[in-house]
């Protein structure tokens, strides 16, 4: 069955340190790839994807991502986190553009001083 | 401007009714999607239309009933209400090679 797995639940960084999130997939093609990061009350929203070519893909917010094939995971990164960023944070994939993304359960980020 | 819309974004009500959520994309995309998001934060897909014809159908009661009366616009019905319809449920919409773009929410709250 396709999955998304977010290992960790919750993870803490002091405002100004690098930031790393685990996203691992099992699809049996390579899947589109997604983060979206979702604000307290807020909507989910689209920080970056991965479709094909260039592995290291750039987003918004001064995210990126790299996608490694051999290890089947798109681990999200961000060299010095601001406290703007705590939010949840959703891996997702799919098969193609129009297919329903399945999503990882999630990755708190708490941003302390 | 809003690309994404959902109304309204809390409803609140008590078990047994009949509610209504609707959604509208200005984004001109051809698939539009239902998600329900539990209390634990967990997305898990309800619905997709692909130009107003149902494409995905979860394991979901049939109290859920989604329209679509044209392609930019996805509403969902929801009959008899249950506690456990309490959730946040996102509609998105999406085309070949965008990925996915998501309303607000809304939050219902079934008492």
């Known amino acids: 069955a396709q999955s998304v797995t977010q290992p960790d639940i919750h993870i803490t960084v002091s405002e100004g340190a690098s930031l790393e999130l685990r996203c691992n997939y099992s699809?049996?093609?390579?899947?589109?790839l997604f983060w979206y990061v979702q604000s307290p009350g807020q909507g989910l929203q689209l920080l970056l994807k991965?479709?094909?070519?260039?592995?290291l893909v750039q987003g918004i917010k001064g995210f990126e991502a790299e996608f490694k094939r051999s290890q089947s995971s798109f681990n999200l990164r961000k060299p010095s986190v601001h406290w703007s960023d705590a939010a949840e944070y959703f891996c997702a994939a799919g098969n193609s553009g129009n297919t329903p993304l399945v999503f990882g359960k999630g990755t708190r980020l708490s941003v302390i001083a | 401007d809003t690309a994404v819309s959902q109304t309204p974004k809390y409803l609140v009500t008590q078990m047994g009714n009949d509610k209504s959520i609707k959604c509208e994309q200005n984004?001109?995309?051809?698939?539009m999607y239902w998600y329900k998001q539990d209390s634990k934060k967990f997305l898990k897909i309800m619905f997709s239309?692909?130009?107003?014809?149902?494409?995905i159908n979860e394991t979901v009661p049939n109290r859920f009933s989604p329209k679509s009366p044209d392609k930019a616009h996805l509403n969902l019905h929801i009959n008899s209400l249950e506690l456990g319809d309490s959730a946040v449920y996102f509609c998105?919409?999406?085309?070949?090679?965008?990925?996915?773009?998501f309303g607000p929410g809304t939050r219902l709250t079934v008492l």
């Open positions: 984004l001109g995309h051809d698939t």
């Open positions: 991965y479709f094909s070519g260039d592995t």
């Open positions: 998105a919409s999406s085309q070949t090679g965008t990925g996915e773009f």
């Open positions: 239309y692909n130009n107003k014809e149902l494409i």
């Open positions: 699809y049996g093609a390579t899947p589109y």
